[in-house]
C-alpha cells in the first residue's frame, strides 16, 4: 500500500535550517506529484510546497516563498523540504503528501522554532 516516511525534524533556534526527508513507498513515485504541508497547533493544516513529478513545476506558500525549497530524488523515492532561515512562525507538524487512488500522508516530523 502507499506508504510515505517523514524525517529530519527537530528543535532549531530561529534563523537555523532543517532539511526534512519523505521516503514513498507502494506506488509509482516518479509518476506522481508530491507535496509538504504543515500543521501548527490549533490551527489547520496548510500546504507548505508542492513539486510535480519531473521537478519541473514549483508551488511555494507566500509565507516561505524564498527561504523554503523542494526537491525529490526519483531514483530515491524521497521528497525533501529544505527549509532556512526558520521562524518561531514556521514550528509545527510537517506531513508529505501524495494522491494516487486517494490522499496519503505520512505520520508527520514535529518541527519547533525557538525565538
Known amino acids: 500500500q502507499v506508504q510515505l516516511v517523514e524525517s529530519g525534524g527537530g528543535l532549531v533556534e530561529s534563523g537555523g535550517s532543517l532539511k526534512l526527508s519523505c521516503v514513498a513507498s507502494?506506488?509509482?513515485?516518479?509518476?506522481?506529484?508530491m507535496s509538504w504541508h504543515r500543521q501548527a497547533p490549533g490551527k489547520e493544516r496548510e500546504l507548505v510546497a508542492s513539486?510535480?513529478?519531473?521537478?519541473?513545476?514549483?508551488d511555494y506558500a507566500a509565507a516561505v516563498k524564498g527561504r523554503f525549497i523542494i526537491s525529490r530524488d526519483n531514483a530515491k523515492n524521497t521528497v525533501y523540504l529544505q527549509m532556512n532561515s526558520l521562524k518561531p512562525e514556521d514550528t509545527g507538524v510537517y506531513y508529505c503528501?501524495?494522491?494516487?487512488?486517494?490522499?496519503?500522508w505520512g505520520q508527520g516530523t514535529q518541527v519547533t522554532v525557538s525565538s
Open positions: 513539486i510535480d513529478s519531473e521537478s519541473q513545476n514549483f
Open positions: 507502494g506506488f509509482m513515485f516518479n509518476w506522481y506529484s
Open positions: 503528501k501524495v494522491k494516487v487512488m486517494s490522499h496519503t
